[in-house]
């Protein structure tokens, strides 16, 4: 398991993310997603339309680092503003059909190494940071 | 002439929120939720935080120091409908004149000191210039 149940809650209540992924280059690329979290891989799923044609899943076969956010804004203050980003390392997947059939089956899957987050805890608001091993998230080979 | 569209320049007006992605020294890439504006006499997009939230809440935070260091960046601004503008381009850290840079763009807080420009050179927009779901990329400089 690698993220915690406030973690969890927090980003089941968001229907979008946002994907970095580094291209050829070393320019950045940043599109908004549809996720969920794995709890049996600890991993974060991502899901899209045409995913295996898209720039971001070519990039990240190339270079795995990428950095994901969720994040929401309950009120115009430091207090309403709640994000969680997870950087870590990516790899392509299949994951389960989509039974509406509009997603791609083709996913990218991020094992975490290190996750941010501010006001996301109801019972610890404020900064929080940790790093993680790859044994914390389940490859699948 | 604007390397943005009619069509993009009213869409970036119409928001406030966008998502920053900037590559760290460590080569992992970093995403925040960040106030995106559009500034007409220079043609660049403009990153300003709050200084309402501290004085060094820009030059302190991870994407200033990494876009002093490689200003390749890319911000992404979107809705749900779906529609997406997606700028990539060449950032430049300024470490002060936020204060007057957000008065002149009728900012709706005061900048702290240090704010950030991004020079576009690519440009990726879906459902802002034509149809629903119909997508766009150019090269601008």
């Not at chain 2, 300024?94 to 420009?117: K, M, N, Q, T, Y």
Request: glycine fraction near 8%.
């Amino acid at each position: 398991m690698t993220l915690t149940d406030a973690e969890q809650r927090f980003m089941a209540r968001q229907a979008r993310g946002h994907l970095a992924t580094v291209g050829p280059d070393g320019t950045p690329q940043v599109k908004p997603l549809g996720f969920t979290y794995n709890a049996v891989l600890g991993t974060i799923d991502i899901y899209g339309y045409q995913m295996a044609e898209s720039a971001k899943y070519r990039n990240v076969r190339a270079n795995p680092h990428v950095a994901f956010v969720v994040d929401e804004v309950t009120a115009p203050t430091m207090e309403g503003a709640h994000f969680l980003e997870i950087r870590g390392d990516a790899e392509t997947a299949v994951g389960p059909q989509d039974p509406t059939g509009h997603l791609s089956p083709d996913i990218i899957r991020i094992h975490p190494r290190r996750v941010i987050s501010f006001n996301v805890d109801p019972a610890h608001p404020g900064f929080a940071a940790r790093d993680m091993t790859p044994a914390d998230s389940t490859e699948v080979a | 002439m604007s390397a943005f569209t009619d069509a993009e320049i009213e869409f970036l007006n119409s928001q406030r929120l966008g998502r920053l992605a900037t590559v760290g020294a460590d080569d992992m890439p970093h995403i925040a939720p960040v106030a995106v504006f559009y500034d007409p006499e220079a043609d660049v997009l403009v990153i300003g935080a709050n200084v309402e939230f501290g004085e060094a809440v820009m030059v302190k935070s991870k994407k200033f120091r990494d876009a002093q260091r490689r200003p390749k960046v890319a911000v992404v601004i979107d809705v749900p409908s779906p529609r997406v503008l997606e700028v990539r381009g060449v950032a430049e850290t300024h470490l002060d004149g936020g204060e007057e840079v957000s008065s002149r763009l009728g900012a709706p807080f005061r900048f702290a000191p240090a704010w950030i420009s991004i020079r576009p050179r690519r440009i990726v927009a879906m459902g802002i210039n034509g149809a629903a779901f119909e997508t766009s990329a150019r090269d601008v400089a």
